[in-house]
């Protein structure tokens, strides 16, 4: 099913403008509550999914897509489309963060970002080469995790003292037992196969008050894909990513003590409540040297992620830098020593 929304006004395809929140009209500025649009000017065409062929409802060109993809642009008209039988059933979205930044925002914003390199090549610094800036919206899932934590320690308290001549040396030994109830809520895993995993995580952290129950028109204007990886199969990278944090908050338990030694732990975590969640991420491309560097940016907060490439004249010049202020340094205090001896 190909969804399209006319504006009431001209006809023309509306999409999400992320700087009002509202479906704008392109043609005549027209702007139309998400919550109150009305139906009759939301067009439907179904297609078979077998095919993944579609029809644009605007100019009746044929769309093939991939089989993930839900939301994305007519290649001959540039309408905004939403394959919407692909948002139904379980591939049906629970929340959505809607884009805050919009494509403007977000080039002034990338290009202030590549300014900030300090061992970035000078032609880089310019941030004049994005090849393209894409909107979309990448499947999350949302965890709500309820655990316990049995924590077993030797821990031990030492004091040192003297009496006469000789120093003494007390360690004392004590038996450390914790057993702590869990939770935590809305733990982010992007569940799309194409997306790069380290990426998507640095990403983080998304603000969870802008989450809104999904409704379709948000989508409209920019891409979107359906999960790839269904709950089950991310709870385990999930769990990875929480224990560093319940190790933090044990440790915080445990003070007053000289060493603390684990002799055994227990974590046990379950969910208690998924949902599943699209991220307005702009993955930008940017030419340089003949190459393409891939970085994404949070489409609600605007932070930027990725590899910038590194100059290795700078860095020389870093290190020169470096030895040389070290050099100054070790000769002050050389002849700081001498003075003081001679």
Known sequence: MVTHYKCPNCGSDMAFDATTGHLSCPNCGRQDDIETFPAENIQQEFAPEEAKEYHCENCGAVLLTEPETTATHCSFCGAAVVLSDRLTGE???AKVIPFTISKDEAV????????NGRLTPRGFMNGDRIKKMTGMYVPFWLYDIDGKAEVAAIGTRVRTYQQGD??????????VYREIDLSYLKVPADASEKMDDELMDKLEPYDYSDLKDFRMPYL??????KYDYDEDALFSRVESKIVPYIDSFIGSTISGYSTVSYTDKHINAHKKKVYYTLF?????????????HTFAMNGQTGKVVGKPPISGGKVAAWFTGIAVSTFAVLKAISYMVGGVLW
């Open 280 to 292: 307005p991420v702009w993955m930008v491309y940017y030419d340089f040297e003949n190459k393409e």
């Open 91 to 93: 591939f049906a979205p």
């Open 108 to 115: 002034a914003a990338f290009r202030k970002w590549t300014k």
């Open 166 to 175: 000789t120093v003494i040396t007390e360690t004392d030994f004590y038996d």
């Open 220 to 225: 409209a204007g920019f891409l979107a894909e």
